[in-house]
Nanobody, 121 residues
Framework: QVQLVESGGGSVQAGGSLRLSCVASEYMSRTDSMAWFRQAPGKEREGITYIHLPSGNEYYDDSVKGRFRISQDNAKKTTYLQMNSLKVEDTAMYYC??????????????WGQGTQVTVSS
């Protein structure tokens, strides 16, 4: 059973930065991508970025493009999310996920427990 463990969340003022980490116990044979999702209270879980592991190509939702950066350290089985220029509306629980790719949560089979990010004005 794949385990994903996120860390790095916290509280920060608007304009600040945080870096999230997601350590995977393993990558399943059908895994193509690692992704970050977020879910704010009362809202649907939304995909914000993913990285295609074979190619290293990165994809971003418009809401975070230019501010967030996903990266991968295969030797450490760790996926990072560098978040810069944080906004109050970025406040959410952030989840990493392992699956087939895209920003639709239906394509991801394995999920971490989440790490909270709170941005204050």
């Amino acid at each position: 059973q794949v385990q994903l463990v996120e860390s790095g969340g916290g509280s920060v003022q608007a304009g600040g930065s945080l870096r999230l980490s997601c350590v995977a116990s393993e990558y399943m044979s059908r895994t193509d991508s690692m992704a970050w999702f977020r879910q704010a209270p009362g809202k649907e879980r939304e995909g914000i970025t993913y990285i295609h592991l074979p190619s290293g190509n990165e994809y971003y939702d418009d809401s975070v493009k230019g501010r967030f950066r996903i990266s991968q350290d295969n030797a450490k089985k760790t996926t990072y999310l560098q978040m810069n220029s944080l906004k109050v509306e970025d406040t959410a629980m952030y989840y990493c996920a392992q699956g087939l790719g895209g920003l639709d949560k239906r394509w991801y089979q394995y999920w971490g427990q989440g790490t909270q990010v709170t941005v204050s004005s």
